[in-house]
């Protein structure tokens, strides 16, 4: 294993000076050339994929298989954000003319501009797709923002070798050196750093909620407070609703069995948290999801930092009261291995009981027994925030839990329906997102193209004179952009 010093802070000051200095030259190029300089990224990307996935393999634990499909996603990633980011639909283009006959009315013109320099911290469970050229660094170079990522050390050897690869685009596309940098870090101290440099302008985060909280409390710690977007976990709860369960106990169990266990329950939207009402229904469901958890067998973890975490709150959440081991797998576990798991508690003791609320990462989740409808309702009520909530249910059971369902709308980013909350898809319609704790700012997503708003911020210009305005706002619209003209959304030429 190749090992790599930590950034000190001469090497910062360096790169951020550079990324600044970057920024003036990369946010005045066209939307075009941002797309472009994406799309061959994403080339590159596809070139070195065999030895990008072998490289990762030798670090993460995870599957050849797994980390091509990662792969594939992040080349998508960047090839779909520089569509949109030349489509430009993100820089919500708004024009208001002046109106006739009225002296105090003014020619306003608005869009999103990039905010600066980004820091992205590399996430330890996606090696490609959250770290050095995944959503994060996309979004921000679709938004006219140079890139400096903290590769993580669970993977630092891919993430150089990734670098490398941008760094072989920057050269070749001619785009400003400092556009992109790439440090590394195992201390805490690289990582405040960074966030606290007067260049950063803004942070991307996906990880714990310890890491993440760390840094969106020294991004606003700092003379001039900057946004942290941290992604900081979740037990994305699932609700079993009574008809649905009576008619579908054995597809349920099969599905969820499967979805708790998927890469060993490191997603970050694993159903960490089913919850029911208490009978011979769920009793069943229970049975066979035992029944599907015993048959999986364990596997390796990404790294054993996180696997030693993993059977440590493992062990506290199932030696809490009133807590009862239900399933875990038969098949012997090795080292560094996670153990799928299933518990069980009374929905009274979850509600009293604010440590069996929080997330156990891996392939563990913990079933809740409520008395009846009303108390299901009130964990509902009593849950953080979460990037994910499941509803299982019938058409019967969805139209008699109005308000089940408007306290579930309240907690979460993403409402799923009669599905597993695994697999994000990447597409513009996405929600990536949920209240704290599961982000650090509700109001966006970390998947999609809508992820690049993170990283612009709006500004008006009153009375300019046509020529003087961006392509984005001038009167012909030279980009042939959709923008609001006068309240109507239209590529019209402003007349």
């Not at 072989?168 to 606290?196: C, D, N, Q, R, T």
């Not at 985060?205 to 840094?215: I, V, Y």
Request: glycine share 6%; with cysteine.
């Amino acid at each position: 294993m190749i090992m790599f010093k930590d950034a000190m802070s001469d090497e910062i000051e360096t790169v951020m000076s550079a990324a600044w200095k970057a920024f003036y030259q990369y946010k005045k190029m066209s939307l075009k050339s941002r797309a472009d300089f994406m799309r061959s990224i994403a080339i590159e990307l596809k070139n070195q994929e065999e030895d990008l996935v072998k490289t990762a393999m030798r670090e993460t634990n995870l599957t050849e298989e797994r980390l091509h499909g990662e792969l594939t996603r992040t080349i998508f990633q960047l090839n779909q954000y520089a569509a949109a980011c030349e489509r430009a639909e993100w820089v919500e283009a708004a024009i208001d003319t002046p109106k006739p006959n009225n002296k105090s009315s003014h020619d306003i013109r608005k869009m999103l501009i990039p905010l600066g320099p980004v820091v992205v911290f590399g996430a330890s469970n996606f090696p490609f797709a959250y770290s050095t050229a995944g959503g994060d660094t996309a979004c921000a170079f679709a938004a006219g923002c140079p890139v400096i990522v903290k590769a993580h050390p669970a993977h630092a050897e891919t993430s150089e070798k990734v670098a490398n690869a941008i760094f072989k685009v920057v050269e070749k596309s001619k785009m400003p050196k400092g556009i992109f940098a790439h440090v590394h870090g195992a201390s805490i101290e690289v990582g405040k750093m960074l966030v606290m440099h007067p260049h950063t302008k803004a942070v991307g985060f996906t990880g714990s909620f310890a890491g993440g909280k760390q840094l969106f409390d020294w991004g606003n710690q700092r003379k001039d407070p900057i946004p942290v977007f941290a992604e900081m976990g979740s037990i994305n709860p699932v609700f079993l609703l009574p008809e649905k369960l009576k008619t579908s106990a054995e597809e349920i169990a099969q599905m969820y069995a499967a979805s708790i266990t998927q890469g060993v329950g490191q997603f970050c939207t694993n159903p960490g948290l089913i919850i029911g009402i208490k009978g011979d229904d769920l009793k069943n469901f229970i049975s066979i999801l035992a029944k599907e958890i015993e048959k999986t067998a364990p596997h390796k973890m990404l790294h054993p930092g996180i696997a030693k975490a993993f059977d440590e709150k493992r062990e506290k959440a199932l030696h809490e009261k009133n807590v009862t081991l239900v399933s875990v797998s038969s098949i012997g576990k090795k080292e560094n291995e996670g153990t799928p798991t299933i518990a069980t508690t009374s929905g009274e003791s979850f509600l009293n009981n604010p440590l069996l609320h929080q997330e156990v990462f891996g392939p563990y989740s913990l079933v809740v027994q409520c008395t009846d409808q009303k108390q299901m309702v009130e964990i509902a009520r009593h849950l953080e925030g979460q990037l994910t909530s499941t509803l299982m249910a019938s058409e019967n059971d969805f139209l008699s839990n109005e308000e089940l369902i408007e306290e579930i709308k309240n907690i979460c980013g993403r409402f799923v329906l009669n599905g597993v909350p695994t697999g994000v898809q990447v597409c513009l319609a996405m929600q990536h997102g949920g209240p704290f704790p599961a982000t650090t700012d509700s109001r966006f997503t970390s998947v999609g193209a809508d992820g690049v708003k993170r990283f612009a911020r709006p500004i008006a210009f009153q009375n300019w004179e046509n020529k003087f305005l961006p392509d984005e706002l001038k009167n012909e619209n030279p980009l042939k952009i959709w923008r609001t003209v006068n309240n109507e959304i239209t590529k019209d030429a402003v007349k």
